[in-house]
C-alpha cells in the first residue's frame, strides 16, 4: 500500500483500473479489509476468553470507530500545505472512513453473536462439517439481507436520466448515451446523501472516459459490499480457530471458499472485463469484484498460514514490522509522501528507472521507520 501510494514506478499496473477490471493497485485495500475481518475475529474471542464483558467491548469498538472516523476526515481534508479546512470542499467518504464502518459493523455482530466455547457445540457428522456456518447463522441472515439490499438498491433505484442497473463510467462510454450517470445508483445515491461538493471530485475514470461527474469510490453504496468482504474474512478467521488443532482441515475450507466464491466471479463476470453480468469494478465495489478478490484473500492466506504457521519457513519479515503499526504508516507515508527524502524533483520524470529508485527508497525507508518503532516497542493503538 505504501508503495502503490508512493506512485508504483510509474507503471500502469500499478494504477487503479480506470473503470472495469483488476490492476495489482486494486487488490491491496481488499485484502486490508479482508484480513480485518480476520483480525476481528481472533481478537474478539480472545477477550471474550478473557472475560472481557459485551458492554466493555461496545465501549472499545464505539471508540475505535469514531477514532478512525476522525483520522480518516482529517487526514483526507487537511495537509501541511492547505491551510485551513472549509467545509464547503471537505470529502466526507475515505479509505479511513470505510475501514471504520465495515469494522463497526463487524465488531457489532462479533459481540452479539460470538462464541466463546466452540467444544461445548455437539454436532454429527454431517453438520459437524459446516459447524463454522452454523454457529453463526444469525450474522449470515444480516449480511445476506445486507447483500439484497445493494443488488435492489443497484439494479432497480429509479436513477434520473440514467437507465436502471447502469453500472457504467458515464460520460463518453457506452457512446456517450449517459454522460452524467457515472456509477448509476451508487453514484446517485452519494449526491443525495453527501453532496456533490463532498465527494471524491477524480475518479479513475475521469481522464479515459471524460465524465464531468464527481463519483467516490469509498461511497455509501459500496460500504455494503465493504461489510461482505470483511465478512468472508471473519469466516476465515472462525475456521483457523475452530479448526486450529487441524491444520488440513483449515487449509481444505480455505481451497473449497476460494473455488466457490471463484466460481460464483466466474458466473457473474462470464469471464469477461466488460460483458458479464456484473463486472468487477473496485470503484463500485461490485459483488463479483467482493467475490474474485475474496477468493485471492482465501488463496493468499492459506499460502501465508502453511508457510509461516505450519511449515515455519518464515516470519513475516519485513511486513511485519509496518502491520505492527499499521494506521501511523499509512497515514505518515501519505501526509509526508511528497517531502525529501521521500520525494524530491526527478530530473528524468518520463521514465521508469528514477520514478521506481524513489518510491522503492520512499517504501524502504518507511519500512526501516516501522522497524525502529517496533524495536523501540511503540505501538500506535486505536
Not at 22 to 44: E, H, N, Q, R, Y
Request: with cysteine; aromatic share 16%; charged share 15%.
Amino acid at each position: 500500500m505504501v508503495f502503490l501510494n508512493c506512485g508504483g514506478g510509474g507503471y500502469w499496473i500499478f494504477e487503479h483500473a480506470s473503470w472495469n477490471g483488476l490492476t495489482v493497485a486494486d487488490l491491496v485495500m481488499p485484502w486490508f479489509v479482508f484480513i480485518l475481518g480476520t483480525s476481528v475475529a481472533l481478537a474478539f474471542h480472545a477477550m471474550m476468553k478473557r472475560g472481557v464483558r459485551p458492554i466493555q467491548l461496545l465501549r472499545k469498538l464505539t471508540w475505535r470507530t469514531l477514532i478512525l472516523l476522525l483520522i480518516g476526515f482529517c487526514f483526507l481534508n487537511y495537509g501541511p500545505a492547505d491551510g485551513p479546512l472549509s467545509w464547503s470542499w471537505a470529502r466526507i467518504p475515505g479509505v479511513l472512513q470505510r475501514l471504520a464502518i465495515t469494522y463497526c459493523i463487524l465488531a457489532l455482530m462479533q459481540t452479539c453473536f460470538s462464541i466463546k466455547d466452540f467444544d461445548q457445540h455437539q454436532f454429527g457428522n454431517w453438520w459437524a462439517s459446516v459447524k463454522d456456518i452454523i454457529l453463526y447463522w444469525p450474522e449470515w441472515i444480516i449480511v445476506v439481507i445486507l447483500e439484497v439490499l445493494w443488488l435492489c438498491l443497484t439494479f432497480f433505484l429509479p436513477v434520473p436520466g440514467c437507465p436502471r442497473g447502469y453500472l457504467g463510467p458515464g460520460g463518453i462510454g457506452d457512446d456517450g448515451k449517459y454522460p452524467n450517470c457515472t456509477g448509476g445508483a451508487a453514484g446517485y445515491i452519494d449526491k443525495l446523501l453527501l453532496g456533490e461538493g463532498h465527494m471524491y471530485q477524480y475518479p479513475t475514470c475521469k481522464e479515459i472516459y471524460k465524465t464531468t461527474q464527481p463519483f467516490d469510490p469509498e461511497g455509501v453504496l459500496g460500504t455494503i459490499n465493504s461489510i461482505l468482504m470483511a465478512f468472508f474474512g471473519l469466516q476465515a478467521g472462525k475456521i483457523i480457530l475452530m479448526y486450529r488443532q487441524e491444520p488440513l482441515s483449515i487449509l481444505k475450507r480455505f481451497l473449497i471458499w476460494a473455488i466457490l466464491l471463484g466460481i460464483i466471479s466466474a458466473i457473474l463476470t462470464k469471464c469477461t472485463q466488460n460483458e458479464g453480468f456484473i463486472p468487477i469494478n473496485k470503484n463500485l465495489w461490485s459483488l463479483s469484484f467482493v467475490t474474485t478478490l475474496s477468493c485471492f484473500s482465501f488463496v493468499l492466506l492459506g499460502i501465508m498460514f502453511y508457510v509461516i504457521d505450519v511449515k515455519n519457513w518464515w516470519g513475516g519479515q519485513p511486513f511485519i514490522f509496518p502491520g505492527m503499526n499499521s494506521i501511523l504508516i499509512y497515514t505518515a507515508s501519505s501526509l509526508l509522501g511528497s517531502y525529501f527524502p521521500f520525494s524530491w524533483e526527478m530530473k528524468f520524470p518520463t521514465s521508469h528507472m528514477e520514478p521506481l529508485f524513489q518510491d522503492l527508497l520512499a517504501t524502504s525507508l518507511w519500512v526501516l521507520i516501522a522497524y525502529w518503532l517496533y524495536k523501540k516497542k511503540f505501538f500506535l493503538k486505536i
